[in-house]
């Protein structure tokens, strides 16, 4: 059972234009998501991360959104450059002590020039 | 080192042979994890230390998986008599423990022939 979903396996955007990456989550204990981008051989690095007190939280270009009883967050990127061009992974944590994440599949984004 | 080190970066083995992975986590991080990612999927939890104990094995997806990390830096991820299904990207990922933004290292790819 997958607790954190991530529906569009690839999404392809014109540069300068918004790409938005949604993600689904059905664990109610989750409060804490994160994005995470993904180049190839390389390990995932921290994007933006929302707690569910929040409903937006933005760094730059980078803003996410959390509609908490549609169990559902989006990454909005604008503009859109070629260089975000990466495997985006959502993330989900129950808190507690350990942080213990909750991974989607990943969306691959390419962005055009 | 300024980030967080796997070692090898690489590793073909046999079915049936014992492996051992390495990762070497950023300086003063108390907390380290490991996941795997296997092909189209996200990074999925395997275990979990803070400090030298591992406060979280469930993950672990069976008895042939053993990880230590005896000095509290260091963490060594074990897999005996490997199988074909064992084959992914084992990704290490270190934190201070006072939050949910984990460092990843760039994987081990393991592939079980």
């Known amino acids: 059972d997958q607790q954190v979903k991530q529906n569009s396996p690839s999404l392809s955007v014109q540069e300068g234009r918004i790409s938005i990456l949604n993600c689904d989550y059905t664990?109610?204990?989750?409060?804490?998501f994160l994005w995470y981008k993904k180049y190839p051989a390389e390990g995932p690095t921290f994007l933006i991360s929302?707690?569910?007190?929040?409903d937006k939280n933005e760094d730059g270009r980078f803003t996410v959104f959390l509609n908490k009883s549609a169990k559902h967050l989006s990454l909005h990127i604008v503009p859109s450059q070629p260089g975000d061009s990466a495997v985006y992974f959502c993330?989900?944590?129950?808190?507690?002590?350990?942080?213990?994440?909750?991974f989607g599949k990943g969306t691959l984004l390419t962005v055009n020039p | 080192g300024a980030g967080v080190s796997q070692t090898p970066s690489n590793k073909v083995t046999e079915k049936g042979k014992y492996v051992e992975l390495r990762c070497d986590p950023i300086?003063?991080?108390?907390?380290l994890y490991w996941y795997r990612q296997s092909l189209g999927q996200g990074p999925e939890f395997l275990i979990y230390?803070?400090?030298?104990?591992?406060?979280?094995d469930s993950g672990l997806p069976n008895d042939r998986f053993f990880a230590v990390r005896p000095e509290g830096s260091v963490s060594t991820l074990k897999i005996q008599r490997t199988e074909r299904g064992d084959s992914a990207v084992y990704l290490c990922?270190?934190?201070?423990?006072?939050?949910?933004?984990?460092?990843f290292g760039s994987g081990t790819q393991l592939s079980v022939l």
């Open positions: 664990n109610s204990m989750f409060d804490y």
């Open positions: 929302i707690s569910s007190i929040k």
């Open positions: 230390f803070q400090g030298t104990g591992a406060a979280d």
């Open positions: 990922a270190s934190s201070t423990g006072q939050g949910e933004k984990l460092f």
């Open positions: 993330a989900a944590s129950g808190g507690g002590s350990n942080y213990k994440l909750t």
């Open positions: 300086s003063g991080h108390t907390a």
